[in-house]
């Protein structure tokens, strides 16, 4: 059987009015699924680029975008322990969370840890999972460390802030604009901007960077790196400006973000590692694995900010607000 709910999908690739609000049937929970009733949808800077076209793991158009959803079960299938119908949960949707319900494999789905809110759960999978990669898993930052996050006021910034912070790292926050500098100091990080950061060459010996621009940004970056130093590339966020389809823009970044050899990186004693979450997500024993440490995040007593919330009808507005660099944390969009 199936239900009638909403989504909001891509048809073709452009500007944000291209998102499309729809019905749309939902299959009721088969073995080990679980069927969600969406309450909040966590826009990514991925899903913008999945709408201009600049996202090579999309699915074929139309599809749905969206990573994370936060809600309360609606059916729990045959297999499935542990959930009960009225569960606050969470759950990764990898593509199809811009929707009001959604049928997933359980194992996807979490328990809304209890020190959080659901517009707080809704900001936390992609963010915590894509943190944790990035700094403990391939950075391995330690207390001591001297850590940079480029993207500071973001989604996944704004928790890598706060993760290394708990670890006793030594942390540095860029920001595009002055205005968001007392964002990241209330994180407990020094915080400059782009340019003050590019001009300053003392703000250097890291021992870990978080790079989010590709680019230029990864070589000049790299040369700020101290000995053993290591740098997480996860995005090619340069290619994009104020949420426009440009394929110069985003030629120009993908050419200027280097290669390196192995014998650079062997006399800078350095490292440099790629991270794309998705792909860690979707293998299940990872998978598993990243789900047994989100029991950290109580621990951490991490907050998920939250800088807004659309209703889901003005999804265009939402990525608006992302691509011209309102938001401060996390967007949301809600579901009545």
């Known amino acids: 059987m199936q239900s009638a709910a909403q989504q909001i999908s891509i048809k073709k690739f452009g500007p944000p009015d291209v998102l499309a ?16 009733k969406v309450k909040y949808s966590g826009i990514n800077f991925a899903d913008l680029q999945m709408r201009l076209g600049f996202y090579p793991d999309a699915p074929p158009k139309p599809f749905v975008p969206g990573y994370e959803v936060a809600g309360h079960v609606e059916q729990v299938g045959p297999g499935v322990e542990g959930f009960r119908v009225g569960d606050p949960v969470i759950a990764g949707t990898y593509f199809g969370g811009y929707a009001s319900e959604v049928t997933l494999p359980a194992r996807q789905v979490f328990r809304l840890p209890e020190s959080l809110t659901l517009e707080q759960g809704a900001a936390l999978p992609v963010a915590f999972f894509t943190a944790q990669l990035a700094l403990f898993e391939m950075g391995r930052v330690r207390r001591g460390d001297r850590v940079l996050i480029e993207c500071a006021t973001g989604g996944v ?23 968001k500098k007392g964002y990241i100091e209330g994180l407990g990080a020094r915080a400059l901007t782009q340019s003050e950061f590019e001009s ?5 010996d890291f021992d870990f960077i978080l790079n989010a621009s ?22 090619l966020n ?6 426009k389809r ?8 993908a050419l200027t973000t280097p290669r390196f050899g192995v014998f650079e990186l062997m006399n800078k004693n350095a490292g440099v590692f790629g991270l794309n979450a998705l792909h860690v997500l979707r293998d299940p024993q ?15 007593q991490l907050d998920p900010h939250v800088s807004k919330v659309f209703a889901a009808d003005r999804a265009a507005e939402a990525h608006e607000f ?7 944390g996390k967007v949301l969009l809600a579901w009545s």
């Open 21 to 36: 609000l729809e019905r749309a049937a939902v299959r009721e929970a088969g073995a080990d699924e679980l069927k969600i």
């Open 157 to 179: 910034g704004t928790l890598a802030v706060q993760m290394a912070r708990h670890t006793g790292a030594e942390v540095v926050g860029l920001t595009s604009t002055a205005s």
């Open 200 to 204: 300053d060459a003392s703000v250097r």
């Open 214 to 235: 590709g680019g230029r940004a990864v070589r000049a970056q790299l040369d700020r790196l101290g000995m053993t130093g290591r740098m997480v590339c996860m995005g």
């Open 238 to 243: 340069s290619g994009v400006k104020d949420g």
């Open 246 to 253: 440009s394929f110069l823009r985003m030629g120009y970044a």
């Open 286 to 300: 990872w998978s598993e694995k990243l789900t047994k440490s989100l029991d950290k995040a109580t621990g951490m």
């Open 322 to 328: 992302i691509a011209t660099r309102k938001a401060l």
